[in-house]
């Protein structure tokens, strides 16, 4: 474990995959990690394992569709150490055919990926730009730059958050926040993903899957912590990332 820093890194959306391997990488480093999602008691495992390696580690339920938890989440991370890092991790992938897309679901799906995205970098920008530094991520999909058949809702929202990201980089970069959006563009190696391509294309397929075709959570973990020791004379806004297999 390394020697302790006098920093938080927070993450928004701390699910099983992503969101807890950006965690472990930054506890690893010695941040305290301030991790939420909408069950505090699905990050008891995450806590867990991280405050075992020791690492710290404080959870947080919230919606990061209300601008009133996404304030209190990062006031409280901000309050245990000077607040570094920011990572917008909020997923809402679903897939409805157009006509089947209800208005409820449009609208869920923007606000969780694209207001909430706008609520948390607008909300860690006030935090941050009185030092004048740090780090704020989010992390954007195929469907950022790329519709879908079926993916309505989702295209647009994550296509919204990736035009809000580079508005927010274009104004605060000058002022030392480094902001960036990072496009994963492949399936994560995750239960979800396996299961669907043993649907799709049968058990099989899946057992003949060549190694590294899937993305590692921890992989793409790796990817943040690199953006968020980048100097700033050689700041990335956007990274794409896919295995070494995958067509674009």
Not at 141 to 155: K, L, M, Q
Not at 213 to 230: D, F, G, K, V
Request: contains cysteine.
């Amino acid at each position: 474990m390394a020697t302790s820093r006098n920093a938080t890194a927070a993450v928004i959306g701390a699910g099983d995959y992503i969101g807890a391997a950006i965690a472990k990488r930054f506890a690893a480093d010695g941040y305290t990690v301030v991790v939420g999602r909408r069950s505090e008691e699905k990050l008891a495992p995450l806590k867990a394992e991280i405050e075992a390696a020791g690492g710290a580690c404080v959870a947080r339920a919230l919606d990061a569709r209300k601008e009133e938890d996404i304030t209190a989440f990062l006031a409280a991370a901000e309050a245990v150490a000077p607040l570094e890092v920011v990572i917008f991790n909020v997923g809402a992938n679903v897939r409805f055919p157009l006509l089947e897309t209800t208005e409820r679901v449009f609208r869920k799906v923007w606000e969780m990926v694209c207001y909430g995205g706008f609520l948390t970098g607008r909300e860690a920008a006030r935090i941050m730009l009185p030092r004048g530094r740090g780090s704020i991520f989010f992390t954007g999909a195929t469907a950022s730059v790329r519709g879908g058949a079926g993916y309505a809702a989702f295209a647009s929202a994550k296509a919204g958050l990736r035009a809000m990201t580079q508005s927010m980089a274009r104004e605060l970069g000058p002022q030392g926040i480094h902001v960036a959006h990072l496009v994963i563009d492949a399936g994560v190696d995750t239960a979800f993903v396996r299961d669907r391509i043993k649907e799709a294309r049968g058990a099989a397929a899946l057992e003949n899957l060549p190694p590294d075709t899937l993305m590692n959570p921890s992989s793409i973990a790796e990817a943040y912590w690199r953006l968020h020791t980048q100097t700033r004379d050689a700041w990335t806004f956007e990274l794409d990332l896919r295995p070494f297999a995958e067509t674009w």
